[in-house]
């Protein structure tokens, strides 16, 4: 994938060890990538960045959840993708991640392999 696709990332990571893997990972593939920690800053994020191609969402997060944040962000923004990442990948999880309003779901460890072949199946 090469920065000829222009993307621009959202991730809403609260850890930063995955923060760092995710931007290094996806930094050949986009323009631009915003970084925030938590359900309600990524909600205000999205709503000020309506050209926004995709949302790599952590589940766990402090102040306001994955799950929650997504469904905000699905009242005001139904196009961007949106992929649900957590540790926690049991099947009901990812279930409640489609129901809220998530595109797909990865779980982590992310490879890097398998996130960029996520993203070409939704933004080529």
Avoid: W
């Amino acid at each position: 994938m090469s920065k000829l696709l222009n993307l621009k990332i959202l991730i809403v990571e609260d850890e930063p060890t995955s923060v760092t893997l995710l931007t290094e990972g996806l930094g050949d593939c986009c323009n631009e990538i915003l970084v925030v920690k938590d359900g309600i800053e990524a909600i205000k994020t999205a709503l000020k960045n309506p050209d926004l191609n995709l949302i790599l969402m952590d589940l766990k997060l402090p102040k306001m959840n994955g799950l929650d944040a997504t469904k905000k962000i699905r009242e005001f923004n139904k196009k961007v993708i949106i992929i649900a990442q957590t540790a926690y990948a049991f099947p009901k999880d990812e279930a409640k991640a489609i129901e809220s309003g998530c595109n797909d779901f990865i779980s982590k460890p992310i490879l890097k392999e398998k996130l960029l072949k996520m993203i070409e199946k939704y933004l080529l």
